[in-house]
């Protein structure tokens, strides 16, 4: 009976969310930046992964979870650009310039550094566009360019939590990735480690047998969008999250708008990037950093616009409120 009544669940929240998805297709605004953001509505889903999932950790314990408020998503992973704006309007120097030990870079030879001073969120060690997503960047960097941003257009962006980056992830999916449970099909979602990189570099022995036509980062966008309208949640990048990461943390009952632990010593990080195998770039993979001292060229972030009160509630609250 028990198990009946999972079922039941588990069904129930799936067409929740592919409700929800179908009814804001297509819904976004562009900042002063040109930041798009996608509206993600209110919903539920399960968060974590099955265990019979292929890559899963024990950490990833799966469990209901009810957002009720919708919020706006950057389409995109923030740009070389954007963040280049940001930099000369503060004359902000990073936490890898201020303290002098730079950033992890990659070397001609394609081998990922330990960190060095060269190596900076202007030089990774492979050539971006400003059409690229920034890396090098602390979780306290991407805090101090929300902080400018929330102040250039007086309105509050943040990070987004750990549980809404993953339901924006899914995007009423309940597979690995967005796109199914191959992860052969990440060559047309997402840009993770794959044949093209093992072609120039023959060191390189993890990842995706198919190519994706990208060796470090691509410009935002390149891939397929969800469900809901985002590029590049799986790979590219991986992302910072608001919460505080603790493995196995997360609980075995449902969970209303989470924010994750009070306390802890890491951040969480989400999506994966371009240099990891297809189990990082699930839905579900998390992992955690320090949140000043790690750095990777690797790792970026996008951001969340709170929606306005009446337009973030539930249909059923909309109506009241009339």
Known sequence: MRTFCRLVSVCLLVFHCESARGAVAGREITNSIGLRLAFIPPGQFLMGSPENEPGRERQETRHAVELTRGFYLGRHEITVGQFREFVRAENFRTDAERDGKGAYGVNEAGRIEQMRPQFTWANPGFPQGDDHPVVNVSWHDAKAFLRWLSKKENRAYRLPTEA?????????????????????????????????????????????????????????????????????MHGNVWEWCEDWYVPDSYPMEKQTDPTGPATGTAKVQRGGGWSSDARRCRSASRVGRDPSAYRGCYLGFRVVLAAPAIEASPPDEKRKSK
């Open 164 to 232: 809404e980056w993953e339901y924006a992830c899914r995007a009423g999916t309940t597979t690995a990735y967005s796109n199914g449970n191959d992860p052969e099909g990440l060559g047309f979602a997402g840009n993770g480690a794959d044949a093209t990189a093992r072609e120039k570099y023959p060191g390189w022995s993890i990842g995706i047998r198919g190519k994706d036509s990208h060796i470090f980062t691509a410009p935002v966008g390149s891939f397929a969008r969800n469900g809901f309208g985002l590029h590049d």
